[in-house]
């Protein structure tokens, strides 16, 4: 779905989405094996290699003869599971190989402890920002490669403290209609349009406004013939009012501006931070515990100073 915002908020296509929404599956289709085939057999470093390589899903067809140890590494990514020709293929994800680590995190509880500074995984080279005030269009190229290398875009203000996220999961939920908030409004107001929830009033009209001062007849018309102009975020709305329902790790709000959060979390602008003194094992169980693949780190008083990725901790013990 990033792919398809992206498309439709190039300057051509705004004027007429209706056509450019004709356009064939094919113009979308990423390059790079982001997906990778993996015989049952291989072990779990060959699997940390290729995700280091790039690939975002490993693709394995499930045998009866796996090792005990293999069969529980899949065990998470049973629900993930296909058939095909008669046969059970599953997908396994970083998260999926970061929850199996944590749950066999006595076999490394020295690396664990640690702080995640002194394992030099926190990366400040590989991260994009972009200003409160600056316009949501600006961080599009940032959104796509963001996808990419499976983290998010950070919103900063004028002092470099971080104020929350663009996620290209959180837009993954979204439909067409965020289009026109990208191109109309500044990331600061793109967060608040598309958080749990759905966007206040105030910015539904802010989008609709600017739209007309563009002339951008053709997508404000598609924006007002969806039902009940719900801002891209209806399934997002969704899951939110069905979050109290998840057991195990769920959705959930975080409670206050970059404060605690509670068991169950959405998927929402709101970043989760940890520090650089934080243990690895702990940014581990945040991360999974909310349902992210990266985590970002910040001083005491919110100076943002980089991120850390589950890439980023599975080479840690991929080298132990």
């Known amino acids: ?10 300057e051509e296509n705004l004027s007429n989405p209706g056509t450019a929404l004709q356009a064939p599956a094919s113009v979308f289709i990423r390059k790079g094996d982001v997906v990778r085939h993996v015989e049952p057999n291989a072990s779990l470093v060959e699997a940390i290699d290729l995700i280091q390589e790039g690939a975002q899903n490993l693709v394995i067809p499930l045998e009866n003869g796996c ?16 058939f095909h020709n008669n046969r059970q293929y599953c997908w396994l994800t970083q998260e999926d190989i970061v929850r199996y680590l944590v749950n066999s995190i006595a076999l490394f509880s020295q690396t664990a402890v640690n ?15 972009v200003h409160y005030d600056d316009p949501a269009s600006l961080a ?29 999961f959180t837009l993954n939920y979204c439909d067409e209609d965020v289009v026109a908030a990208i191109a109309t409004l500044s990331a600061g107001d793109l967060m ?43 399934l997002v709305s969704s899951l939110c009012s069905s979050s109290s329902e998840d057991e195990g790790f769920g959705f959930g709000r975080r409670n206050g501006r970059l404060g605690g959060y509670s068991a169950k979390v959405v998927r929402t602008s709101e ?10 094992v702990a940014v581990m169980i945040q991360a ?16 943002l100073v980089g991120i850390v990725t589950f890439a980023g901790m599975l080479e840690v013990f991929r080298e132990d």
């Not at 090792?67 to 296909?82: E, F, H, I, P, W």
């Not at 702080?115 to 920002?129: E, G, H, K, V, Y």
């Not at 290398?149 to 203000?157: P, R």
């Not at 970043?271 to 690895?280: E, F, R």
């Open 271 to 280: 970043a989760i931070v940890c520090h650089p003194w934080s243990s690895l």
């Open 192 to 234: 608040a349009y598309i958080d749990c929830g759905g966007p206040p009033e105030d910015l539904i009209q802010l989008v609709k406004e600017r739209l007309q001062e563009r002339n951008l007849v053709k997508a404000l018309e598609l924006m007002e013939e969806d039902s009940g102009i719900s801002s891209g975020i209806s």
């Open 67 to 82: 090792r005990n140890s293999r069969r529980k590494l899949l065990q998470n990514a049973l629900s993930n599971s296909t």
């Open 140 to 168: 599009l190229p940032s959104i796509s490669r963001s996808l990419e290398i499976q983290n998010s875009v950070a919103v900063v203000d004028g002092d470099g403290k971080l104020v929350g996220e663009i996620s290209p």
């Open 288 to 303: 999974l515990s909310h349902r992210v693949g990266h985590v970002w780190v910040v001083e005491e008083y919110q100076t």
């Open 1 to 10: 779905m990033v792919d398809i915002i992206g498309f439709l908020c190039k």
């Open 115 to 129: 702080p995640i500074n002194s394992l030099d995984i926190i990366d400040a080279q590989n991260i994009t920002t």
